[in-house]
């Protein structure tokens, strides 16, 4: 039997054929779009295509990184050297929101694989991989890949990357090689100071400042000294070395002191009194369960944010631990004013006998005391400073030159408000500071440095985010979830039981 084809048959394969083609047609046109589309995209700038979505805004720039391309003059060069299989994907993003942040910033991404000459073809020097080397013109600087990431240890074996610092290296770095002159800030040394934790050495690095040691016992304190820093010492200055210190204030200086509960240094405590300054006896310890964490003498400080040094801080966790109070008696003459940057509260007392207990004694001395202050002093021409500081014979043109008009004096008293290593050694373990006490101490390394544009960007946390809590906030959560989840179930059978009635 022959299969006919009728003339129904024949306009059915005529539609499916026209539907085929309408079907395929179409299919190409979408399929043109699309590469169309991607070749738009992909040649708009990476700041319209990119978006960072980073809980902690890893691959975006802040303000201060803005400020800074913005206000380039010369052309900066990045160089991003890596192996193929050790691209690190952070780095990689953030160098492009460099990149689209100014025409000034050049990025070129190096691959050590397929240019294994790029030292001589670049006219940089030969660096690790991972490393991001920022170039303007003769000046270089690189950052190292451990650099741009803070860890933290588990254990003793074991540690992990707890923080992301690429934004603030790199913006240093460009800063660095775009800048004309550096600060140079000295630390004492031979009296067992404590020594500066690695995020304390790396806020100054950042702020592209020359940290120098300084032994005061045969050397005075040199002309190019910007601040000199005085860090926990555990042994007696000389009469001599304080005489040094306070002629150097007294012309102008500026320094960041920091003392010790357990150290009795008579002579180093000569250098405040000069201005009025000295120190309680005893450890503080909080009774407000607002103003202290755990322990009453971990203690969360009343801010003063009027001051350029405490910028920011108050809205940021601090734990200022194991700290002794201060005297500040008023000045006789308005030579000079203290500022206190810290304080405990009315409910607060310096206990004379910690050691034996924290529970308040009637000889214990009642607060609020000052945690920290500024001493600052402006000069005219001829003033040295306070009336009691001895100044030193001299010439007095050499004076002059220093060319400082005000003396900036930064006083602390506990070196577990800056150095997680000190905190962690009295408490016997691994802890890490709140990023209030971070942000105080780079804003007190800015402020010493006589710059504004000094970088203190923080590292960005790769954790998930924490808070400090008070004791009373702790036993308010506490009283709320004891009380709170029985209430509710007890209201929602209340509501159900009445509304089954009501049926």
């Not at 039997?1 to 539609?15: D, L, Q, S, W």
């Not at 990184?65 to 206000?71: D, I, P």
């Not at 003793?156 to 002159?181: K, L, P």
């Not at 008293?413 to 101490?441: I, K, M, Y």
Request: hydrophobic share 40%.
């Amino acid at each position: 039997m022959r299969n006919e084809t009728t003339p129904e048959k024949k306009a059915a394969g005529r539609r499916t054929l026209a539907g085929g083609s309408y079907a395929l047609a179409v299919t190409a046109l979408i399929i043109a779009g699309a590469i169309l589309v991607n070749l738009i995209v992909g040649a708009l700038p990476a700041r319209y295509t990119t978006f960072d979505v980073s809980t902690m805004r890893l691959f975006s720039i802040g303000e201060e990184t803005k400020a800074v391309l913005a206000g380039l003059a010369e052309d900066v060069d990045l160089y991003y050297i890596y192996q193929s299989d050790g691209r690190d994907d952070a780095v990689d993003r953030l160098l492009d929101t460099y990149a689209a942040a100014s025409d000034r910033l050049h990025v070129r991404k190096i691959d050590l694989v397929a240019s294994p000459a790029y030292a001589e073809r670049f006219g940089i020097g030969e660096v690790a991989p991972g490393s991001v080397v920022a170039v303007c013109g003769d000046k270089q600087r690189v950052v190292a890949s451990d650099n741009m990431y803070m860890y933290t240890y588990a254990n003793t074996y074991y540690a992990y990357a707890s923080g992301f610092d690429g934004e603030g290296q790199i913006t240093s770095a460009i800063a660095y090689v775009t800048g004309d002159s550096h600060p140079v800030m000295y630390y004492t040394t031979g009296h067992g100071e404590l020594e500066m934790s690695a995020a304390m050495t790396g806020a100054i690095e950042k702020a592209n400042i020359e940290l120098l040691p300084l032994n005061l016992l045969n050397t005075d304190i040199p002309e190019d000294c910007d601040a000199l820093i005085c860090f926990t010492p555990s042994a007696d200055f000389t009469e001599d070395e304080v005489k040094k210190v306070i002629n150097y204030l007294a012309e102008g200086g500026d320094a960041l002191l920091c003392t010790i509960l357990t150290a009795d240094t008579p002579n180093f405590d000569k250098i405040m009194a000069a201005y009025r300054v000295s120190r309680v006896d005893g450890l503080v310890v909080e009774e407000d369960p607002a103003a202290y964490t755990q322990l009453g003498y971990l203690l969360m400080p009343q801010v003063n944010g009027s001051s350029a040094v405490t910028e920011g801080v108050a809205e940021l966790n601090l734990v200022y631990s194991f700290a002794q109070g201060l005297w500040v008696e008023e000045p006789e003459e308005e030579a000079y004013t203290v500022t206190t940057l810290l304080q405990s509260t009315a409910d607060s007392y310096s206990a004379s006998d910690a050691e034996t207990t924290l529970s308040r004694k009637d000889t214990d001395i009642p607060g609020p005391f000052p945690l920290a202050v500024l001493v600052e002093h402006s000069l005219s021409a001829g003033d040295y400073g306070d009336p009691d500081a001895e100044i030193a014979d001299g010439n007095e043109e050499e004076r002059l030159a220093r060319d400082h008009n005000m003396t900036k004096l930064l006083y602390f008293t506990t070196p577990c408000a800056f150095s997680e290593d000190a905190l962690s050694d009295v408490l016997q373990s691994e802890l890490a500071l709140p990023a209030g006490n971070d942000r105080l101490f780079a804003n007190a390394i800015t402020y010493l440095s006589d710059e504004t544009d000094r970088i203190s960007i923080p590292a960005k946390s790769m954790e998930e985010p924490m808070i400090s809590l008070s004791s009373a906030q702790v036993l308010a959560i506490g009283n709320l979830l004891m009380a709170g989840r029985p209430l509710a179930v007890i209201a929602a059978g209340a509501f159900i039981f009445v509304r089954r009635r009501r049926r």
